[in-house]
């Protein structure tokens, strides 16, 4: 029989990975201790499981911190996929949501996320797919729960722009 394993009463798991998202030092420290791992002999797909990430991209963390020291471990602007909609965009179609689909000649009275995506093509000629446009529609400050769409942001902040 094995030994028992500690087990925490305050905090969840979530709560703990939380505060590791929560402070740049936290992932800096966690990909450092990755690239000690490294430098102890393990391999970087063994420790991908435990930090949960690729193995391609503990080796981009060893390649950076062994060109460009702690510094390359820093998450640098301009990384990562850019947006479809400008911010202006994403503003105009916040107003958009918050009127009913019928304004703008759907046969719906309700949004959906399939209607939200027929909606930016029409109106700017972007093609999205629907798990795109449920997380869209999140970032923007909505949720679609099969009622009229819903604002989760103040209706006071909102300057819809006619």
Same mark, same amino acid.
């Given at each position: ?11 969840t798991t979530e709560q703990v990975e939380a505060l590791f998202e ?34 391609? %991209? =503990? ?14 471990? +820093?998450?640098?602007? #301009? /990384?990562?996929r850019r947006a479809h909609l400008t911010s202006q965009q994403k ?19 309700n949004w959906t996320g399939a209607l939200i995506g027929e909606h930016?093509?029409?109106?700017? %000629? =972007? ?14 400050? +909505?949720?679609?729960? #099969? /009622? ?15």
């Amino acid at each position: 029989m094995g030994r028992k394993v500690k087990k925490l009463k305050n905090f969840t798991t979530e709560q703990v990975e939380a505060l590791f998202e929560s402070d740049v030092n936290y992932r800096i420290a966690i990909k450092l201790f990755a690239i000690l791992l490294i430098t102890r002999g393990y391999s970087s797909r063994v420790l991908e499981n435990f930090f949960r990430t690729s193995f391609k %991209q =503990i080796c981009n963390w060893a390649d950076r911190f062994d060109t460009e020291g702690v510094k390359g471990l +820093f998450l640098k602007p #301009g /990384r990562g996929r850019r947006a479809h909609l400008t911010s202006q965009q994403k503003e105009q179609l916040l107003c958009d949501l918050s009127k009913p689909p019928t304004m703008f000649g759907y046969k719906s009275t309700n949004w959906t996320g399939a209607l939200i995506g027929e909606h930016i093509k029409k109106v700017y %000629q =972007i093609d999205y797919k629907l798990s795109a446009v449920y997380n869209l529609t999140r970032n923007i400050g +909505f949720s679609i729960t #099969g /009622r009229p769409i819903k604002r989760n942001v103040d209706a006071s902040k909102n300057k819809c722009v006619i």
